[in-house]
């Protein structure tokens, strides 16, 4: 008896520790729903330029909607599940174009875009975390004024780059810097005509003591623009300046405190798309190639430095056999070795992504990317705002299917390369539980 006691003991321990450890692992692992991708909008078209996380486990995700008389700024917030808690649209009777979004250190948002006939002017937008607009201010230099990206500073202001047309220099377009502080009173603004074909600014980083600028340098040689990085003092004064690389800079992102990193955004049928290292005082650490001999019309939009140290890339590519492009992402790690890349996006003429920005969760490793997804179905090509939560992996949904497929990809061998599809490119399908289909591109790698 006593030996059949100390069975039964051990047997409903082996089983309360089995419970636990099913209990731990179900905890653990991505669930169906926690990742996602969706869209949202109104009878025209809407897409998102900028993502940024919220610190509740959701995102904004900025743009513009086509849904109305004029287009306008288009702002939605939604939960870690993709659910919409409310949506905002800011203008003026012209249109507006939204390209970029920043988080101050209080939660308030700076919006801007641009704005009148043509966009030849700019809007600036604060709102407050639920989108009720605190002030906004028009910039215009009277020739033009084009911004497109603008981040929060450490005193709550916000720091705007982008460009303004100069007619003393033929009205070639010159970077304009512009700072705000945290009422929408300018601090100060400058101009920078550095290069004999012009030049305009797409991205920007706050350093400890300088702003760093990133964008593209305008060839009158060359159907490809060429990238510059250049650092200013906290009053727009040049401290420096470099071309580096082919297609224009995007994406800077801080490394530690004096190293910076940015990707080239490629242009049709230029050189491999390329990250470069860079040290605050201009000098090159290395340059690396990332994607390569994937298709046409490759190009970098964003980039996202992940919690393993790595960067998140995300764009769109036009595989060889494809009519139009698709969105994809790759992660690489800190010396920019490929550790995947995945495609998103409909196989025909529905359903294709394109993506734009890309922004790392506040709750756990993985990354909202925002985008467009078109339908080229003549004779009317609508689009709507695109908004995807994806795992580490790159990945939208898991289940044990999905998990499965996931080994088979790895395992599953075309032409030497590992694949689970029967053709280069073709489409990947998920079957859920609930009846769904998910059709996804997954590029090899």
């Known amino acids: 008896m006593k030996i059949i ?11 309360y520790w089995i419970i ?7 905890l ?18 809407e897409l998102a330029h900028d993502v940024l996380a919220s610190n509740e486990g959701g995102s904004y995700a900025f743009g513009t909607t086509y849904s109305y008389d004029n287009s306008d700024f288009y702002l939605i917030k939604v939960d870690s599940l993709g659910n919409l808690i409310w949506s905002q649209t800011y203008g003026t009777a012209q249109d507006e174009v939204g390209y970029a979004l920043a988080i101050s250190k209080t939660g308030d948002l700076f919006l801007t875009g641009t704005t009148g006939i043509n966009n030849k002017g700019s809007l600036v937008i604060k709102v407050d975390s639920q989108g009720a607009v605190i002030w906004n201010k028009g910039i215009n230099t009277g020739s033009g004024t084009e911004l497109r990206e603008v981040i929060a500073t450490s005193d709550n202001g916000c720091f705007l780059v982008g460009s303004n047309t100069n007619p003393s220099s033929n009205f070639q377009l010159e970077v304009i810097l512009f700072k705000l502080d945290s009422l929408g009173n300018i601090e100060w603004s400058k101009h920078h005509d550095n290069y004999p074909d012009g030049s305009f600014a797409t991205s920007a980083l706050e350093m400890d003591n300088c702003f760093l600028v990133g964008g593209d340098i305008i060839s009158s040689t060359s159907s490809n623009n060429l ?11 040049l401290l420096w300046k470099r071309a580096i690389g082919s297609g224009g800079a995007i994406g800077l992102v801080q490394v530690d405190t004096n190293t910076v990193v940015f990707a080239n955004r490629k242009g049709p049928f230029s050189i491999d798309a390329q990250l470069h290292k860079i040290k605050s005082d201009s000098i090159l650490i290395w340059t690396k190639s990332v994607i390569s001999g994937m298709g046409a019309n490759n190009y970098f939009t964003d980039i996202e430095i992940t919690n393993d140290g790595g960067m998140v890339l995300v764009g769109e590519i ?4 494809y009519q139009f492009p698709i969105a994809y992402i790759a992660k690489v790690d800190s010396l920019s070795n490929l550790i995947y890349t995945r495609q998103y996006g409909g196989y025909g003429r529905q359903g294709k992504h394109l993506a734009y920005g890309v922004s790392k969760s506040e709750v756990d490793d993985s990354y909202f990317v925002c985008g467009s997804s078109i339908n080229y179905n003549l004779p ?25 497929e996931r080994e088979l ?10 694949v689970k599809h029967d053709a280069m490119f073709k489409p990947l399908l998920r079957y859920y539980s609930d009846g769904t289909v ?8």
Not at 5 to 15: D, S
Not at 28 to 36: D, T
Not at 227 to 237: L, R
Not at 318 to 321: A, E, I, V
């Open 438 to 445: 998910e059709k996804v591109f997954i590029i090899p790698n």
């Open 409 to 418: 990809i790895r395992t599953t061998d075309f032409m030497g390369i590992e």
């Open 20 to 26: 636990c450890l099913a209990t731990l692992v179900a």
């Open 227 to 237: 990238s510059f990085i250049a650092s200013f003092d906290k009053s727009g004064n």
């Open 380 to 404: 009317t090509i609508h689009s709507d705002l695109l908004l995807m939560k994806v795992d580490e992996q790159g990945f939208i949904g898991l289940d044990e299917l999905e998990a499965k």
């Open 28 to 45: 653990s692992s991505p669930l169906k729903g926690q990742f996602w991708s969706k869209t949202f909008g109104g009878n025209e078209s």
């Open 318 to 321: 036009k595989p060889f056999s």
């Open 5 to 15: 006691n100390t069975i039964k003991v051990f047997l409903e321990m082996t089983y």
